[in-house]
């Protein structure tokens, strides 16, 4: 009984300390410079992740965004875009190494003040018999910048 209670403290204090890093009131001269740069922005919503403050909203006709910010100034945005939108060098280069056979399940744009955009594709491909997710990041000529592979490992490899 004493396990069931402890346990059940934990995780209401681990749940308690997640909602106090996530909601977050940004402060009013962030909000403005947030309103001046995305003024379509619409269901904005404010959370502290670390020393960063981020706003996830969605711009009508574009899609999901997120802004982030360090002590009050804007240092990145993430958008999040389709396949056919990514620079002619960037969907080729893909295409290259992986072929249009390879499914495409995200696909975003990293924004950066002063800085190059980067690219990120997340596909999945087999890979010894096992689905593997590849995490790609591109520049705007199509260079691959990183790449990283996570194994699933499917039901066959245990038969």
């Not at 009984?1 to 204090?13: N, P, R």
């Not at 981020?54 to 574009?62: K, L, N, R």
């Given at each position: ?13 681990a749940a308690t300390l997640t909602a106090c890093d996530k909601e977050y009131n940004a402060p ?8 001046k740069m995305y003024p379509t922005a619409v269901d904005v919503e404010w959370e502290k992740r ?110």
């Open positions: 009984m004493k396990a069931v209670k402890y346990l059940v403290l934990s995780f209401v204090a009013e001269a962030l909000r403005s410079d947030f309103d670390g020393e960063y403050a981020v706003a996830e909203f969605h711009i009508p006709g574009e899609g999901d965004c997120e802004a982030w910010y360090k002590n009050e100034v804007w240092v990145a945005s993430e958008y999040d875009i389709q396949f056919k939108n990514l620079p002619d060098a960037v969907q080729s280069a893909f295409l290259t190494a992986y072929g249009v056979e390879t499914p495409v399940d995200d696909v975003d744009r990293l924004e950066r003040p002063n800085k190059d955009d980067v690219y990120f594709i997340e596909a999945e491909i087999y890979l010894n018999d096992n689905i593997a997710d590849i995490y790609l990041d591109y520049n705007a000529s199509g260079e691959l910048l990183r790449s990283s592979v996570e194994v699933e490992p499917t039901i066959y490899y245990y038969l």
